[in-house]
């Protein structure tokens, strides 16, 4: 069974532009979800989507934005990046509303330097 | 808002050995899950041991097993007979059951060495 996919693995952009990262879950996987890691904030979360509905959302500026499509493949945007965006981006996966262990799966990340 | 506390960002083992790595939250939410992390150097995040907060019985996955005291707020993981490929960092996170959805808390880390 084919594990969370995330692409790209490591992009480079400068302050002011855009940048768009996908995830593909686990098969039959419907919940997905994205977190930012970085040395001085740590892992936190960015918002979650289920059914391409936004679920929830952490503590995170506009310029994060996110959607999900109907094969449960999801993407998340940055715009007018800023340095302080550099961060590894992870994605996970999980079922959601079924007999829950809680457990989520996660990608290997989208390394984004922002200079 | 629950939080999740590592004290201990650096820990070392001999290989062989035993160690445990500590964790405490903080929770109003009566039914949860924890959950112990290993992050690599490859950076992908690995699902070490999971508890449900329900379960009085501690969770054991073969070498690693928690203390879970759930009025103490407490979720140590103990790793025994430390191998070198136990070298990681591990995250304890948090998942409330009544918070909806994915969404984990996690700790700051532990970077965990394993001197052969």
């Known amino acids: 069974k084919a594990g969370v996919t995330q692409t790209p693995r490591y992009l480079i952009k400068t302050r002011g532009q855009q940048v768009t990262l996908s995830c593909s879950p686990i098969?039959?996987?419907?919940?997905v979800s994205w977190y930012q890691q970085t040395p001085g904030q740590g892992l936190q979360f960015l918002f979650e989507?289920?059914?391409?509905?936004?679920?929830n959302k952490g503590n995170f500026p506009g310029r994060f934005s996110g959607r999900q499509f109907s094969n449960s493949r999801s993407e998340m945007n940055v715009s007018t990046l800023e340095l302080g965006d550099s961060a590894l981006y992870l994605c996970a996966s999980s079922l959601r509303g079924q007999p829950n262990t809680g457990e989520l799966f996660f990608g290997e990340g989208s390394r984004l330097t922002v200079l | 808002a629950q939080t999740v506390t590592q004290s201990q960002p650096e820990m070392s083992v001999q290989e062989a050995e035993t160690v445990t790595l500590s964790c405490t939250y903080d929770?109003?939410?009566?039914?949860?899950?924890l959950f112990w992390y290993k992050q690599p150097p490859s950076r992908q995040m690995i699902l070490v041991i999971r508890?449900?907060?329900?379960?009085?019985q501690n969770a054991t996955e073969n070498r690693f097993s928690v203390n879970f005291q759930k009025a103490a707020k407490s979720f140590s993981l103990k790793i025994s007979d430390s191998q070198l490929g136990d070298a990681a960092m591990y995250f304890c996170a948090y998942r409330g059951e009544e918070t909806s959805g994915s969404r984990l808390t996690f700790g700051e880390g532990t970077q965990l060495t394993v001197n052969p």
């Open positions: 989507y289920f059914s391409e509905t936004q679920r």
């Open positions: 098969s039959g996987h419907r919940s």
């Open positions: 929770t109003s939410e009566s039914d949860y899950y």
């Open positions: 508890q449900e907060a329900y379960k009085q």
